[in-house]
């Protein structure tokens, strides 16, 4: 069936069925498992590839948009993890400002620890999309809201998708040492007065050993940072890093296989005969 709908969403000329159609989509099941939610993400990534950056705007993020607070946390679910695998797709000022603001949404009010788990995820994979230096900030308050989740699985994808993309962005500014450790180590030292002060309360000791966490998985990063700033470094040796748009990536921190993407793609040459130049119904 969805397939099907694809192939109709991506031939037929008039909006207003193509909006029927894309709800429909969205509304198949009610309450999607993991595997049906890949499906319909495969499907989303498949209309983006054929509609183009302005049609997704006008017709896929609305069907998006108005899943944002529904029941079903699986429906919402779908929105966060959608966010994720749309936003390459996206126009740079629709990832920085209506998307952002969706997941922003989220992370503030949803009470389902899975659904601000997978927010988390995506806002990592939208980072690696933005350029604009100005929405740093932004992101920044979001990690730290993610670092602060009483969820620690909110936490522990913090620490594995945005924690990491935001390291490279810094480090990509040469601000990760101004910027990102500063500001940990900052932390950590008050948390090291505060456990003096309170002749180790447990709070108190677990707020030290999350600060303790956050600067563990900021070493590597401020090895690699070391390492490309050290004069005598011979740039000709191997070294377990890859290039990226100007930002070194350790191998070992690249995206993981917990960030949001469909489960695969549909059968290729499935739909190489609904190119945008052939747009006639019939």
Known sequence: ????????VAKHPE?????????????????????????IMSACVAIAKLMGS???????????????????????????E???????????????????????????EDKAESVRQAVVRSLGVIVAFTHDEDKFKEFWELLLRALSDPSRLVVSS??????PALAAWAAEQDSLHSNLLSYFLHQMLNCVKQV??????????????????????LIPWHYVTFLYSNPDADPQSPDPTLQHEGTCVPVGLLPDSSLPRPASEFPQGSFSSLGRESNSWG
């Open 1 to 8: 069936l969805i397939p099907l709908l694809l192939c109709v």
């Open 196 to 217: 003096a002060r309170s002749d180790g309360e447990s709070g108190a000791v677990e707020q030290c050993l999350h600060q303790i966490a956050t600067l563990t998985h």
């Open 15 to 39: 909006g207003r069925v193509r909006d029927k159609l894309l709800n429909i989509l969205f509304n198949l099941i009610k309450r999607p498992d993991k595997k049906q939610r890949q499906v």
């Open 54 to 80: 302005s049609q997704v705007e006008c017709e896929l993020l609305p069907q998006i948009w108005e899943e944002i607070t529904h029941k079903h946390y699986e429906r919402r679910l779908l929105v966060a």
């Open 158 to 163: 913090a620490y594995t998708a945005l924690l």
């Open 82 to 108: 959608s966010c994720g695998v749309l936003s390459p797709y996206m126009p740079a000022e629709l990832r920085s400002s209506l998307m952002l603001s969706m997941l922003r949404q989220m992370l503030c």
